[in-house]
């Protein structure tokens, strides 16, 4: 509510709603530029994308330059993607562990490890490296061969994003089937299935990976997982156990696999250094004894319910079949 005396409503008669009147000029104003502006504007459209490819041409030019990248070589559709000394543009240098990939048409790469190992990093690399390739750039590597692919699919449902295990398989179908009418294409998998049980995730990769396998398959494909018992597995993310003390080192660098069991799970380890409870990983340790030896673990008392509770949600997500080192004391 306003109030107004005798002078300000003689005011308002002299002079008039002066905000109201500054408002309307400056829209008129604005109505007028934009139709005189708006005649010029295919030529605004193709400065500025001149402009913006100009950018990031420099950009990338300038990046290859301080970080030595290297110029690839683009072959044909049924080249091999071949990566000498790859690693992530977006890591710091010093840091970074350089990797090899050598993925051909119908043999993908499944990559199993522990969680915090560098799965996603080396997938995201490579697809890194594929796109740079193909947009003209150098890349972070020491070599690098990468062909003519006409899609590189990362997968919604595998980067990143918290979806139902329903949405991941449409999505997976998705990219399966566009990726077939391609002459080529790279697919970079994160971690499939994983809302499912540890044993169907499992037989799922498995079949993910005798799909991308068949003879008339055109695609490149990167795969990772922590189920362990995934049979279709490749490659692994190294990891180091000390036996003395059961301390894990992670090497972040990829090796062929050999089919022998790797135990690559680690939950127990990777909660525990992400910072939960030590009393509740001490009791998720002791419950998944339990369930490896049926040997009944040993009620909690009633102060420790709660923490009990808690370590069987950690475990919830866990593959008991693949942690049997964590056990050791």
Known sequence: AYFKNARMHELDDFFGDVHSDIADEEARLVRQLAAHVIGFMPDCDAAVSSLAEVDATLALARTSSLYDFVTPHLGDAGTDLHIEGGWHPLLPAASSVANDVLVSLASPIVIVGPNMSGKSVYLHMAGTVAWLALVGSDVPAIAATVPRYDGIFLPATTAGRHRSFASACAETSKVLEAAS?????????????????????????????????????????????????????????????????????????????????????????????????????????????????????????STDVATTDRAIAVLAASDPLTAVRSLRP
């Open 181 to 301: 009418a391609m002459e080529c294409a790279l697919l970079i998998i994160d971690e499939p299935f994983k809302a499912t049980t540890p044993t169907d995730g499992a037989a799922l990769v498995g079949g993910l990976a005798v799909h991308l396998r068949s003879p008339q398959s055109t695609s490149h494909a990167l795969i990772s997982t922590h189920y362990a018992s995934a049979t279709a597995a490749t490659h692994h993310t190294t990891v180091v156990v000390d036996e003395k003390t059961g301390a894990y080192t992670v090497r972040y660098r990829v090796a062929p696999h050999c089919g022998e069991d790797l135990d690559v799970r680690y939950g127990l380890h990777c909660a525990r250094v992400s910072g939960l409870d030590d009393a509740l990983v001490a009791r998720a340790r002791e419950i998944l004894r339990s369930l490896l030896t049926h040997v009944p673990v040993e009620p909690a008392t």
